[in-house]
């Protein structure tokens, strides 16, 4: 995987919309290819309201994501969360396969996985070696036959399949197995916080109010979080609120009152010194340089 300094240009207005190409469906599974007239959408920045894994089978693919970019070259997956404003440009001779998913899809062991995915992706883009290709084409394999026929209960198929080929990307993203094998009781803790946060945390930025949700303590919570993910739960809800803000800030065209009012911020002044704090920049010069460099 290559960082990229290249600009990705930026159209004005733009707004942050949720882009769901799987017309209201909870699974969506197609192939892509750069050629087609159709990627040219991909190119405007979109989230989207479910997960969505790639295998990139051929050539290459630029990508930003959440103000990064990369660049990745087949064989790779890459692995999208829900919300992550993002936007891609395909070589002409790349292919992909795009599996996307809403969370109610998954069967409900799998709720838990997707919910806490930093616990199983280290990272949003893995390269692959032949053998891992072959891995994880074997289970879309599996799925897109059953995707494209009609035999009975074929939606409990897919979600077993669905299931099985996610833990395959985690074994090959996290070879230890750490985040199947952390002790059950801290790893639902770990992932029923990471859902709470991202329902909640536009008005709640506490570790106390999911500690409260959780029934447990707020040091408890905090050893837990941090003994799973690496850093601790008031870390992780600030994360999550500094990115919505980020996010609004360069591709909404809402005024810097507004978005602290819609992240819950007391007022602007509490909302200016918590950016900074977190970001080393005021929502402003993070906002003009932002623009400046992406356009």
């Given amino acids: 995987?290559?960082?990229?300094?290249?600009?990705?240009?930026?159209?004005?207005?733009?707004?942050?919309?949720?882009?769901?190409?799987?017309?209201?469906?909870?699974?969506?599974?197609?192939?892509?290819?750069?050629?087609?007239?159709?990627?040219?959408?991909?190119?405007?920045?979109?989230r989207h309201n479910g997960y969505s894994i790639d295998i990139l089978i051929k050539g290459r693919i630029r990508q930003s994501i959440d103000f990064k970019q990369y660049e990745m070259e087949a064989p790779a997956l890459m692995l999208m969360e829900p919300n992550q404003v993002h936007q891609h440009e395909m070589d002409p001779d790349a292919e992909?396969?795009?599996?996307?998913?809403?969370?109610?899809?998954?069967?409900?062991?799998?709720?838990?996985?997707?919910?806490?995915?930093?616990?199983?992706?280290?990272?949003?883009?893995?390269?692959l070696n032949e053998e891992q290709l072959e891995e994880v084409l074997s289970y879309a394999d599996l799925i897109r036959k059953e995707y494209n026929g009609d035999k009975l209960r074929k939606e409990a198929i897919i979600r077993n399949l669905l299931n099985a080929f996610v833990i395959a990307c985690g074994r090959i993203s996290e070879p230890s197995g750490n985040w199947?094998?952390?002790?059950?009781?801290?790893?639902?803790?770990?992932?029923?916080?990471?859902?709470?946060?991202?329902?909640?945390?536009?008005?709640?930025?506490?570790?106390?109010?999911?500690?409260?949700?959780?029934?447990?303590?707020?040091?408890?919570?905090?050893?837990?979080?941090?003994?799973?993910?690496?850093?601790?739960?008031?870390?992780?809800?600030?994360?999550?609120?500094?990115?919505?803000?980020?996010?609004?800030?360069?591709?909404?065209?809402?005024?810097?009152?507004?978005?602290?009012?819609?992240?819950?911020?007391?007022?602007?002044?509490?909302f200016n010194r918590f950016f900074k704090k977190h970001s080393g920049f005021t929502p402003a010069s993070f906002q003009k340089s932002i623009r400046e460099k992406y356009n």
């Fill in 1 to 46: 995987m290559e960082v990229l300094e290249r600009v990705i240009t930026r159209n004005s207005p733009v707004e942050v919309y949720n882009c769901d190409y799987a017309d209201g469906a909870n699974f969506f599974m197609g192939e892509w290819k750069g050629f087609e007239a159709c990627i040219g959408d991909m190119n405007v920045p979109h």
């Fill in 96 to 127: 992909l396969i795009n599996i996307y998913f809403t969370n109610d899809f998954l069967v409900p062991e799998m709720q838990g996985v997707v919910s806490c995915w930093r616990c199983v992706f280290s990272s949003g883009m893995i390269p």
């Fill in 180 to 270: 199947m094998n952390a002790e059950s009781s801290q790893y639902n803790m770990a992932r029923q916080f990471k859902m709470l946060v991202d329902q909640h945390f536009h008005e709640k930025a506490q570790v106390s109010d999911y500690a409260e949700m959780l029934y447990v303590s707020p040091g408890h919570l905090n050893d837990t979080v941090k003994a799973l993910l690496g850093r601790n739960a008031k870390f992780i809800i600030d994360e999550k609120r500094i990115m919505e803000a980020k996010r609004l800030l360069y591709w909404g065209e809402h005024s810097i009152k507004q978005i602290a009012a819609q992240l819950n911020f007391e007022d602007d002044a509490y």
